[in-house]
């Protein structure tokens, strides 16, 4: 579930972040970023940040989608990786397979696919893999 403490949930909010699809854009193609990245419109093919990818409420994505942390508000159609956290919102739902070091799903919130959860291993030790799949 979602942290208790609000300081520690992630927020649908573009504020400080450095590349914007804004309400009522659409776009397809890549979108390679090393910074954090809020898709408020519709965007369709593949997204790789450095930072954070935020999709916002009432947004769709048909996209793979690589980051640091990934938070869904909206609807995302395809598989995320991120080498931190992937969070799905109330509103939110994935429709594809998920790879992260942890994996939030909010009550209401959606996750169809594979969920791979992968630790960062301690130095000499092989990474410890968890698969689960959702239905």
């Known amino acids: 579930m979602f942290p208790k403490n609000k300081k520690d949930q992630h927020k649908a909010s573009p504020a400080g972040i450095e590349t914007i699809l804004g309400v009522g854009t659409s776009a397809?193609?890549?979108i390679a970023t090393k910074g954090d990245f809020f898709?408020?419109?519709s965007f369709k093919g593949k997204i790789e940040s450095g930072g954070n990818v935020v999709i916002n409420k009432g947004t769709k994505v048909e996209a793979d989608i690589t980051a640091v942390n990934v938070i869904v508000h909206g609807e995302v159609t395809g598989d995320v990786t991120a080498s931190e956290t992937i969070e799905v919102g109330n509103a939110g739902s994935i429709r594809g397979d998920v790879k992260g070091a942890a994996?939030?799903?909010a009550e209401g919130g959606v996750l169809m696919g594979t969920c791979t959860i992968s630790?960062?291993?301690?130095?000499?030790?092989k990474q410890k893999t968890q698969e689960q799949k959702e239905g």
């Open 119 to 125: 630790a960062p291993a301690a130095k000499g030790e």
């Open 39 to 41: 898709v408020g419109g």
């Open 28 to 30: 397809e193609g890549t």
């Open 103 to 105: 994996v939030r799903v």
